[in-house]
């Protein structure tokens, strides 16, 4: 005789926080959400909080990083179904955008957001935040190489400068909103971009 399945484990007090704060941060700001609060949300204890993360700021960059994940799953999956296409990856990431920064609730990028709301070069939250920012761009730097465009690095900024528009004003407009036209804005700059690489190259 079979035994019944094991219920399924709960998970532990350091990753209900974590998903707390991810939760209270994103809608709510960092600053705006204090300790108490999360603890309370997560339910658990402050003493569970500072043995897993030492202080509130140590859990502000772990929530930084867990948000920057799923960044990376999104483009893990793009990967998955444009293997050998760098544009379609590109222009897959910014359709999928369009389509978040759309949504009632929107709150734009966390770490955006993070850099907002710590204004002091020097603190430890902006400098996770800027750091996870750069990873992108230097992602999109070698999607832009990969293509052979003309001026690969200054297209990378171009689409960077798209993003970060549109996670601002997804939070400003209501839908449709100018975020929902970011995935067309993106295949104008590339048209824009690579016919130049094209014309540079064209012989006559």
Request: glycine share 6%.
């Amino acid at each position: 005789m079979s035994s019944s399945p094991s219920p399924p484990s709960r998970p532990c007090a350091a990753d209900r926080i974590r998903s707390s704060a991810r939760d209270l941060f994103y809608n709510q700001g960092i600053r705006a959400v204090g300790v108490e609060e999360i603890v309370q949300n997560a339910g658990v204890t402050k003493p569970s909080l500072y043995r897993a993360f030492e202080s509130k700021d140590g859990l502000t960059t772990a929530y930084l990083a867990d948000y920057q994940q799923s960044f990376w799953d999104r483009i893990e999956e793009v990967r998955r179904v444009h293997p050998d296409d760098p544009r379609a990856r590109i222009l897959a990431y910014f359709d999928g955008l369009a389509e978040r920064a759309s949504r009632p609730a929107y709150r734009g990028c966390a770490l955006t957001n993070a850099i907002v709301e710590y204004p002091d070069a020097d603190h430890p939250v902006r400098q996770e935040a800027a750091r996870l920012k750069q990873d992108v761009r230097d992602w999109l730097r070698q999607q832009a190489h990969a293509m052979e465009a003309g001026a690969p690095d200054l297209l990378a900024d171009g689409l960077i400068l798209l993003m970060e528009g549109a996670y601002a004003s997804g939070q400003v407009f209501a839908s449709p909103g100018p975020a929902a036209q970011v995935g067309i804005l993106a295949r104008c700059l590339l048209d824009a971009c690579c016919s130049g690489a094209r014309r540079n190259v064209d012989p006559g």
